[in-house]
């Protein structure tokens, strides 16, 4: 079945990098998302990639896919304070609509 | 361009009354999804709409229902509340299902 598993906290200080990790079990997974949603409010949609990419760079975000170990990643560059907020990967299987599978989110607080 | 409207965004009922939220895609976007988000079981999928048919359902009970009008615009509604069912209502929306998906703030639904 489809299941989707990110590490609950990730604790980093203004100007490193952040990389927040996800990893997957359904194969044939065409897209994953990654969304950012901050206290009160909606997801908002950060970037995605489909499955027969391996890298997508859109400005201070990075996002790996190793298909092999199902693992993907999100690097935030120079993160910010900005960049506090819980982060969730999502993966739309093949042959499961336009359903999308979330995982449990990765809470980023930047430290001063 | 305008993005996902939900309305109402907070709502407080009772248990046994029902409810409809109100979801307005972004203009031009035909697939509209509905999801549920709480502390404890993360983000479910509820429904999907596309030009006015359901085309994917969760695993959620009879009591919770959507539809779709003409010009693309959602409802969902739940009957007969119950304390469990109080949540972060949130709709998404896309172009087809193929695309990223833009989601809404949400409707937060406290029963009690």
């Known amino acids: 079945g489809e299941d989707v598993e990110q590490s609950l906290f990730l604790s980093v200080r203004e100007g490193d990098s952040s990389v927040i990790n996800c990893t997957y079990t359904?194969?044939?997974?065409?897209?994953l998302y990654w969304y950012k949603q901050e206290p009160g409010a909606g997801l908002q949609l950060l970037t995605y990639?489909?499955?027969?990419?391996d890298m997508k760079q859109d400005q201070r975000l990075t996002v790996l896919l190793n298909k092999k170990d199902k693992h993907l990643s999100l690097r935030i560059a120079d993160t910010q304070t900005g960049d506090s907020a819980i982060y969730f990967c999502?993966?739309?299987?093949?042959?499961?609509?336009?359903?999308?599978?979330f995982g449990t989110g990765t809470q980023l607080k930047v430290e001063l | 361009k305008a993005g996902v409207t939900q309305t109402p965004r907070y709502l407080i009922k009772t248990r046994g009354q029902q409810v409809t939220l109100s979801c307005s895609p972004i203009?031009?976007?035909?697939?509209v999804s509905w999801y549920q988000q709480t502390p404890g079981q993360g983000l479910q999928f509820l429904f999907e709409?596309?030009?006015?048919?359901?085309?994917n359902k969760g695993n959620f009970p009879g009591r919770f229902s959507g539809r779709q009008f003409s010009n693309s615009r959602s409802e969902m509604n739940v009957s007969t509340l119950e304390l469990g069912d109080s949540a972060l209502y949130l709709c998404?929306?896309?172009?087809?299902?193929?695309?990223?998906?833009?989601f809404g703030s949400g409707t937060r639904l406290t029963v009690v």
């Open positions: 998404a929306s896309s172009l087809d299902g193929t695309d990223g998906y833009t």
């Open positions: 359904d194969s044939s997974s065409t897209y």
């Open positions: 990639i489909f499955s027969n990419m």
């Open positions: 999502a993966e739309r299987p093949t042959g499961g609509g336009n359903k999308l599978t």
């Open positions: 203009s031009g976007h035909r697939s």
């Open positions: 709409y596309f030009s006015e048919t359901q085309r």
